[in-house]
């Protein structure tokens, strides 16, 4: 599913926030990416949403280079992946159901169906009650799972996550883990950033040192 | 094609929702594309009216020869016979003094004047239609018959027609220009609405770039929000010069009276109403697709 061949992204002008990273993560695995701040956790995951082109290596999503990806092929890549991003990027201006329906929207869903995706996203995540209210009304977990809503609405097969459970008390991180699990189990490859891996005892652990991985 | 219709539609309905967040920016935004607009239309409603005046008026111009009184009948008809072998003279019309004298008294204004008058106060005169009626030849032709003997004086009639005629050539000419400025007017207001529009909405953009939504997609509400100012501006543009042609219709209508002109300033015809809306319109969305051309491009999409 995801391939990295000898990836490296440096910042200019010296800052080296991966280098020579090679891995390769199989269709319908859950993969944790751990370390330090500043590791090159988010990068890592920015690279294959595209956010992001490497400076060196190739980058493989679901067969396509990264590097080399044309403007316009791109929002059909995207539209592969689920994101979740560290700011989650929640749209203030428009209610909790509006936000998870703009996925479909983009894609040019038919509006009927697109109602009941949105509501059966909503209830996996536990948020039906709240479709009509202000994601600024929401406590922040109840964001982050708007968040997760938002990025599974339109059943990718790549579900990409930056430290989910962060801000977090413990009780609604795990509601966090378990949604991710249960997506896993559905046959969704799952990739986290994260410094808590203990949280995810199930996946597979990738270690980053200063842009390196380390060898378990 | 359906949803094609739906996201068509959607997008409208976002358009029409950033409007009216701001009304005053929009009706203030509608004014100034209305005022710009209103200029050339107004300027091309007045060339229009005019146009037509001059097509109820006769257009060929026509030259008098006027004998002197006291030349006699023969000398008359001596100027009739070289008209007849002119070659440049299309027709001619003589008209004797004492035709004219007649028709005179028929006016009941004139009538105790003329009789008072011992002898006929008025000469022959021939009407003559040339071949070539432009102002030059007509100017050469009227100089040819001052020369002819008991020729008291000639005259071009009409050809004040001919020169308002250019002058309405160069008023289009002009008014082509001036259309052509305020239209890059009109780019240049959507341009900057728009742009202040993708500022306000970055967070939009940059959330459906991440989830996939292609260039078209984003593009579309903005479009459609130029496309409507323009529109807005292009019906105040109307409603404006209707108000103007309103108001000036009775003073106009008395100032011509004076000059025994019976005229109606007529109205925006449907024809131009529509060029002034669809060319507004489009021109809106020009500015507004320019404006995404500059701004849209995300560093990193």
Redesign the interface.
């Known amino acids: 599913m995801i391939r990295f061949d000898r990836v490296s992204k440096r910042y200019p002008p010296t800052m080296d926030a991966l280098s020579a990273l090679s891995f390769e993560i199989a269709e319908g695995e859950m993969v944790t990416i751990s370390g330090h701040s500043g590791a090159g956790k988010s990068t890592l995951l920015r690279l294959i949403a595209a956010i992001e082109k490497p400076t060196a290596g190739t980058v493989l999503v679901a067969g396509q280079n990264i590097g080399s990806l044309s403007r316009a092929a791109l929002p059909f890549l995207r539209r592969r992946l689920g994101l979740v991003l560290q700011d989650q990027k929640l749209l203030f201006d428009r209610s909790v159901f509006d936000n998870v329906m703009l996925p479909l929207s983009i894609t040019g869903f038919p509006p009927k169906e697109a109602t009941q995706r949105v509501r059966a996203a909503l209830d996996k995540v536990g948020l039906s009650a709240r479709e009509k209210a202000l994601p600024i009304a929401l406590s922040g977990g109840e964001q982050q799972r708007l968040a997760i809503a938002r990025a599974v609405v339109s059943r990718p097969s790549l579900l990409l996550a930056d430290e989910p459970t962060a801000h977090l008390d413990a009780d609604t991180a795990k509601d966090v883990v378990r949604i991710f699990h249960e997506f896993h189990r559905a046959g969704v490859t799952v990739l986290i950033a994260t410094y808590d891996t203990p949280i995810f005892p199930d996946a597979r652990n990738l270690r980053l040192n200063h842009g390196q991985l380390i060898p378990t | 094609m359906?949803?094609?219709r739906?996201?068509h539609s959607?997008a409208l309905l976002a358009a029409l929702r950033r409007l009216s967040k701001a009304p005053l920016i929009t009706l203030l935004s509608f004014l100034a594309i209305g005022v710009a607009l209103a200029l050339p239309t107004g300027g091309q409603l007045l060339l229009e009216n005019v146009r037509q005046l001059l097509n109820s008026t006769s257009a060929t111009p026509q030259i008098s020869i006027f004998m002197k009184t006291s030349a006699r009948r023969e000398a008359s008809d001596a100027v009739r016979a070289k008209l007849k072998n002119h070659p440049n003279v299309a027709k001619s019309q003589f008209l004797p003094r004492e035709t004219t004298l007649a028709r005179m008294k028929t006016n009941t204004g004139l009538r105790e004047v003329v009789e008072a008058l011992p002898d006929n106060p008025f000469p022959d005169a021939v009407i003559v239609t040339a071949l070539d009626d432009s102002p030059i030849a007509l100017e050469s032709l009227a100089k040819e018959f001052r020369q002819w003997p008991d020729v008291a004086h000639v005259q071009l009639d009409s050809a004040w027609v001919k020169r308002l005629e250019a002058f309405l050539r160069l008023g289009r000419d002009a008014m082509g220009l001036l259309s052509a400025l305020l239209a890059a007017g009109l780019i240049a207001i959507t341009f900057t609405i728009t742009r202040m529009q993708t500022l306000t909405h970055r967070?939009?953009i940059?959330?459906?770039?991440?989830?996939?939504?292609?260039?078209g997609?984003i593009r579309r509400p903005f479009l459609y929000f130029g496309a409507l100012l323009g529109l807005g501006g292009g019906i105040t543009a109307w409603l404006l010069v209707a108000a103007a042609t309103f108001w000036l219709q009775v003073p106009l209508g008395d100032l011509l009276q004076l000059y025994d002109i019976s005229f109606v300033l007529q109205p925006l015809q449907l024809y131009d109403t529509a060029i002034l809306l669809s060319a507004s319109t489009a021109l809106g969305w020009l500015g507004a697709l320019l404006s995404l051309g500059q701004h849209l491009h995300h560093p990193?999409?």
């Open positions: 359906k949803i094609w739906h996201q959607q967070a939009e940059e959330v459906s770039q991440l989830l996939g939504a292609t260039a997609f990193n999409a």
